[in-house]
């Protein structure tokens, strides 16, 4: 039957299912078509924390939301269009998420008495009228799956597993996806398994043929591809873009990257990428704590490699003496900090940036240490490179703030030309040099030399004792030590002449109101300014990605502006410092639910603001 | 790797011994080479100096270059180690020694590195590190200066003093148990397992050379006088009178006799513990023989229980030193091989691999 197409410019599918289910592979595949497609997109996975939650429960929902659109975009949306809920436990937990008349395609096969009844449903709600405002698609994507796989000599179990594969071919049917890209990835991860592998493609192309000839799907939808400038693209995670950047640093610098890290949610995957870089030079160490994780890195620096630490808030509590260290003998130490809801455990797979003042201060004594966050997923890429440049040009520790959500979350990425990316100067010490002292100073920059082992007649002592100016030897001088502490704070504060100004988005000029942001909100920030400005109105809009020491221009900009909004995942550390900084009453706007801002949520913040005037 | 053949250098190691990377230079160095100009600032009669002054006179012998020995220290009175010797040197923090110069060691085999570190900075606050290390087998000597107390913070009680130690935080009697070093050391799988003392030079030397040619993690330790807040601690070692009455000096494939006539020695009993026998009770073939290359710790534990507070019997020397490959060697032959078989790695190809699209 030929069906009738219609256009969208924009979709947002969620995918939800039982952790066992498969639904980030199925989001992942869905994500992978239609970048391939041309379509701009930004990802969502939500996962529990648990890895095993007892089956068909609320809380082992896990779900993946896709935003694809025919013009760029920012988040991976407010809301979604379109649930596909694998069980009713993934109906419940997803269903407040949906607007009205939005499409519901649901598993009825694992809508049984005994599934209802673990998540608290008396009655079948799809044969009540209570989805009545939904478009609901009830489909037995089970039974479906298993008839269409009667052939094949597999177990029923197998078969029943390939039903996330039958939902995705429905969908790339239904949304006009290209299929060759998940035909040779079942074709790769199933390699070892034929029968495995063809059932699977088998289910993916019985889902795509049911969406073809049932009469359950009358309309099919297309989304034109996005206009992107001309290059090469793949879609990339914050935490895959951070991996690269830091590989990235390595090869820009001439330095051995040399990662300590201990594994904690929601890092952990950059310590995995990183080491299957070996071929790099890359070395990766996983220590028995954080502290020897950044004691390992500190001490890799120590001998010419670039040193690396890789954790989330609470790892960062434990870093905080040997960040103190590096702070004292000034050598290169990136470490990055994937901000998890805290405090103390908190929620792990939940993303929030209140690790902003612990980066800021979370040491004894005066430790100033820069502090940078990307702010998209493939921006982390570029401020990795940006925290390496700043280390080793300054001989100092830098603290990068990404966040669960820029960690997990996924967009296009278009590849950089290698040979544009910055090149970063060692600069070691060298053999002899007549008037080497440990602690004497570049007059511009006031980093002092980095020797290393190895290099003759340049032998001294370094450590956390506060050291003469100059010769690094012990010093109890009081006057010297004011010296000292001014001294690394000025060589902090002077990273300020070294970094890009902070850029205004204002189109017309006009705007009274500012929204600033900084990390992983732009995506939502920048959706909600261009929401307001829809509207007629006009507001200005910058992100900061360094925090400290803060850009040049930022009283400047501050100033520039009536009001100031700043929203932030927790209760107003960046408002906090602009205000003890600056002496500006910026308007704080802060939620922190584990979840990233929504742009209508932002959007209205901002009238707010505005009609206040 | 060692199985291969036993002709290398230090013990056989095929290229793999600790010190096969490290530059050595013709120039004759002496004990002076390696003082600093720094003011020394232990204690008058401090066992450290004696220490001090026993490395920097048995560096020389390694015939490394000066530029090419790194010091790391955690926090102490001991720790203090690293500053006057003319090395590169890094005074860390307190415990966290051996994590920091894992990282060094791992990154730069052209390095010997030593680690100096306390009771209570090895065995309190460092207590995880230090067995990490000595699990991993990180090419790293750590000197441990155990003088039984918190010396810099005055004289608090440490995981080394023994049971009912008045101190000024126990001015009762300390209630814990006390760790002991050799015995912890084994069961974290140190290789290399040793015990001597401040006082005699000799010993302290033979002990550092066997340790600086081990391949992996050598755990020394170092009996260490503090005359302020612990004097005397291990006077019994020291007094003539009695030493040799209770010092049992461990030297490999020798029977384990002791005693001031050697009248005594070792026996094990069934149930693998040993007992102290009269030579002269004992047919020759009960005697033991020190086998520190045994691949089976528990003789060598056996031996570290024989301790006790009150100095009835005990052992020094090297309790251990087995050949196993060190972390260090098997990481840098891991990125070898990554980029022995994949080609060293090309950054434009790894941004550009997965699902890619082009848009013209
Ligand atoms: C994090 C931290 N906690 C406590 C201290 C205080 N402190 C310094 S040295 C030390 C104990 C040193 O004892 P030991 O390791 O036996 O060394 P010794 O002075 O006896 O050589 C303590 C508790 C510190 N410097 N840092
Ligand atoms: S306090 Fe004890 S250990 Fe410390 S320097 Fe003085 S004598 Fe030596
Ligand atoms: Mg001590």
């Known amino acids: 039957m030929t069906k009738q197409v219609q256009q969208l410019d924009r979709v947002i599918i969620r995918f939800a299912g039982d952790s066992g289910d498969g639904m980030q592979l199925t989001g992942d595949r869905f994500t992978q078509e239609t970048a391939a497609f041309g379509n701009d997109l930004s990802t969502l996975p939500n996962f529990p924390a648990e890895i095993r939650a007892p089956a068909g429960t609320l809380p082992g929902v896990s779900s993946f939301q896709l935003h694809f659109a025919d013009h760029d975009i920012l988040t991976p949306g407010d809301a979604p269009n379109v649930l596909v809920a694998m069980n009713p436990a993934a109906l419940k937990a997803n269903l407040g998420d949906l607007p009205r008349g939005a499409d519901l395609i649901v598993n009825t096969d694992e809508f049984s008495k005994r599934n209802l009844a673990k998540v608290g449903y008396a009655a079948n709600p799809v044969e009540d009228d209570s989805l009545a405002e939904y478009r ?66 088998a289910a993916f192309q019985a889902g795509w043929a049911y969406g073809e000839t049932t009469e359950a799907f009358s309309v099919q939808y297309e989304i034109k591809p996005a206009e992107h400038e001309p290059g090469l693209y793949r879609n990339i995670t914050g935490n895959v873009a951070l991996a690269y950047g830091l590989v990235a640093a390595g090869e820009r610098s001439g330095l051995p990257i040399y990662l300590g890290s201990y594994p904690i949610t929601p890092a952990s995957d950059i310590l995995h990428e990183l080491s299957r870089h070996k071929k790099f030079g890359i070395r990766t160490f996983q220590a028995e704590d954080e502290i ?27 870093k905080s003496e040997t960040i103190g260290l590096a702070v004292a003998t000034e050598l290169p130490l990136v470490v990055i900090d994937v901000q998890r809801a805290g405090p103390s455990t908190g929620l792990p797979t939940k993303t929030e940036q209140a690790d902003l003042l612990q980066a800021m201060y979370g040491r004894n004594g005066e430790a100033p240490v820069p502090v940078i966050a990307p702010r998209s997923p493939s921006d982390c890429f570029d401020a990795a490179l940006e925290a390496a440049r700043i280390a080793v040009k300054y001989r100092t520790p830098v603290i990068l703030l990404s966040d669960g959500y ?43 030399p980095w020797a290393i082992p190895g290099t003759a007649g340049l032998e001294h002592r370094i450590g956390g004792l506060e050291k003469a100016d100059g010769s690094g030897n012990i010093s109890y001088d009081p006057a010297n030590h004011d010296t000292m502490v001014r001294l690394r704070q000025a060589k902090v504060d002077g990273i300020a002449n070294d970094v890009e100004p902070l850029a205004v988005d204002d189109p017309s000029g006009e705007a009274r ?10 995506g939502a920030i920048s959706a909600a300014v261009r929401r307001v400005r829809k509207e007629g109105r006009q507001v200005a809009q910058a992100h900061l990605r360094h925090l400290n020491p803060f850009p040049a221009n930022l009283a400047e900009v501050l100033r520039s502006y009536d009001k100031v909004i700043v929203p932030e995942i927790n209760l107003g550390q960046l408002a906090l410092l602009l205000r003890g900084r600056f002496l500006i009453d910026v308007i704080g706007y802060n939620q922190v639910r584990g979840l990233p801002f929504k742009a209508e949520e932002l959007q209205g913040v901002i009238q707010d603001v505005m009609d206040s005037e | 790797m060692s199985e291969n053949g036993t002709n290398g250098d230090g013990h056989g190691l ?33 066992g450290d100096y004696a220490i001090l002054a026993a490395v920097q006179s048995f560096l020389p012998e390694l015939g490394l270059r000066r530029e090419n020995i790194t010091f790391v220290s955690g926090i102490g009175c001991s720790s203090r180690f690293p500053y006057y010797m003319n090395t590169y040197g890094f005074h860390s923090i307190h415990g966290r020694a051996p994590a920091i110069a894992t990282g060094l060691a791992t990154s730069r085999p052209d390095l010997s590195v030593w680690v100096v ?63 002991n070093p050799m015995s912890l050391a084994i069961g974290a799988e140190g290789t290399f397992v040793a015990r001597t003392i401040d006082s005699d030079r000799k010993h302290l030397q033979s002990v550092l050379r066997a340790a600086a040619q081990h391949r992996g993690t050598a755990l020394v330790e170092i009996y260490q006088n503090c005359n302020i807040f612990n004097d005397g601690a291990f006077d019994p070692l020291k007094d ?82 087995v050949d196993r490959p060190s972390y260090d060697e098997l990481m840098r032959e891991q990125v070898d091989e990554a980029v022995g078989t994949q080609g060293r790695g090309d950054l434009a190809a790894l941004l550009g691999s997965g699902d890619t699209w082009r848009i013209d």
């Open chain 1, 136 to 201: 609901v698609h009830a489909l037995p994507l089970t039974s479906m799956t298993v008839t269409a796989l009667a052939d094949f000599d597999i177990s029923k179990k197998d078969a029943e597993r390939a039903k996330n594969m039958f939902a995705l071919g429905l969908l790339s049917w239904l949304y006009h996806r290209p299929t060759e890209g998940t035909l040779g990835f079942l074709e790769k991860k199933f390699a070892r398994k034929p029968e495995i592998m063809k059932a699977n493609i």
């Open chain 1, 513 to 522: 109101v500012l929204v600033l942001g900084w990390g992983g909100t732009f």
């Open chain 2, 117 to 179: 570190t306390g009771d209570g900075d090895a065995l309190s606050i460092g207590g995880n590190h230090l067995i990490h290390a000595l699990r991993r087998n990180v090419n790293l000597k750590i000197l441990l200066f155990n003088n039984r107390i918190y010396g810099l913070t005055k004289g608090q009680y440490s995981p080394t003093s023994e049971i009912g130690k008045i101190t000024k935080s126990t001015p009762m009697g300390s209630l814990d148990a006390p760790f």
């Open chain 2, 240 to 321: 003539a009178d009695v030493r040799d009455d209770i010092t049992i000096r461990l030297e490999h494939g020798e029977p384990i006799v002791f005693g001031a006539e050697r009248e005594k020695a070792l026996r094990r009993t069934r149930a693998g513990s040993f007992e102290v026998v009269r030579v002269t009770d004992v047919d020759p073939s009960e005697i033991a023989v020190h086998d520190a290359a045994n691949p089976d710790p528990s003789q060598a534990f056996a031996l570290s229980r024989l301790d006790s507070p009150a100095f009835e019997h005990t052992p020094i020397g090297i309790f251990r030193d």
């Open chain 2, 14 to 46: 095929n290229g793999h011994g600790p010190l096969s990377l490290v530059p050595k230079t013709d120039a004759k160095q002496t004990l002076k080479d390696f003082k600093t100009d720094q003011e020394v600032r232990w204690c008058p009669g401090c």
């Open chain 1, 406 to 448: 820029l960690a997990n979350g996924s967009e296009p990425w278009k590849l950089p030309d290698v040979d544009d990316l910055p090149v970063i100067e060692p600069a070691f010490a060298t053999a002899d040099d007549p008037g080497f002292q440990p602690f004497k100073r570049d007059p511009e920059t006031l980093a002092r």
């Open chain 1, 292 to 318: 020897a994780a950044v004691g390992a890195a500190l001490g890799a620096s120590f001998g010419g490699a670039l040193g690396v630490t890789t954790t989330s808030g609470p790892g960062i509590a434990l």
